[in-house]
Nanobody, 127 residues
């Protein structure tokens, strides 16, 4: 069971760190990613990290602002979000999927093969 936490309300330009924890699941056995869903919009993949942490992927709109990482000993994955903008406002979800090196060549495709979802956490960026 996955659980996202760390959301909140922040002003534009601010930062938040989201955490994804798991019960009964060893996250290092999977690639783990973050999705978000803004009001009235479809859910979109944001970033993912391989089981070892060696491979990461970001969509263009968050590159240079967001950093995904994992702590294997803590069985957790994090999303550090800096320079937040109003368009980042959404419910953020973490999810696990296949830990396969082939996705390093086409990172966006991984988002279509997610197997398990966790509950989301609300991120609101507003002045």
């Amino acid at each position: 069971q996955l659980q996202a936490s760390g959301g909140g309300v922040v002003q534009p330009g601010g930062s938040l760190r989201l955490s994804c924890s798991a019960k009964g699941v060893t996250l290092a056995n999977f690639a783990t990613g973050w999705f978000r869903q803004a009001p009235g919009k479809e859910r979109e993949g944001v970033s993912w990290i391989s089981g070892s942490g060696e491979t990461t992927y970001y969509i263009d709109s968050v590159k240079g602002r967001f950093t995904i990482s994992r702590d294997i000993s803590a069985n957790a994955v994090y999303l550090q979000m800096n320079s937040l903008q109003p368009e980042d406002t959404a419910i953020y979800y973490c999810a696990t999927g296949p830990d396969d090196p082939k996705y390093a060549k086409n990172g966006r495709s991984w988002f279509y093969f997610v197997a398990s979802w966790g509950q989301g956490t609300q991120v609101t960026v507003s002045s």
